[in-house]
């Protein structure tokens, strides 16, 4: 289900080489449990003319790192913004965003970032490329 969230019941049941009623009723169990907590769609951003990504490394003002979990939700409420992580380290949070050009970029950089009054400094990478890891399977399968 890692793969493709999308696998019928009978291509789980073929796969794992159970009967379809077994793998509906575990595949009910594992949805109604708190180890999963969704699934998702991954859509082309570029198509919808949203064609450049950047992170954000945000170091927070000393007196305002106490609410670094509020700035981090906070955020979040940025059209723009896709995910936001506190880390540790030279900066308090990554934040990711999306926007048609450097332009825009610059724009929410300046008017939603800057001007905050929390924030004390921020980094801006372009990401040109990237991958992502879907199949847990071999994490699955690490020693503990």
Do not use: Y
């Not at 509020?70 to 995910?83: G, T, W």
């Amino acid at each position: 289900m890692s793969k493709n969230v999308r696998t019928t019941n009978k291509e789980l049941a073929d796969a794992v080489a159970l009967s379809p009623s077994s793998v509906h009723e575990r595949t009910k169990r594992l949805l109604n449990s708190d180890l999963v907590s969704g699934a998702h769609l991954d859509v082309d951003l570029g198509q919808l003319g949203l064609s450049l990504r950047a992170l954000l490394f945000v170091q927070m003002s000393e007196h305002e790192k106490s609410n670094l979990d509020a700035f981090v939700h906070d955020v979040l409420e940025i059209a723009e913004v896709r995910a936001a992580w506190m880390i540790s380290g030279r900066f308090d949070a990554i934040v990711e965003l999306v926007t048609r050009d450097t332009a825009h970029l610059h724009r929410v950089v300046v008017e939603r970032f800057s001007s905050r009054e929390e924030v004390h400094r921020i980094e801006t990478s372009i990401i040109f490329d990237g991958a992502e890891q879907r199949d847990l399977s071999a994490l699955l399968d690490i020693d503990t």
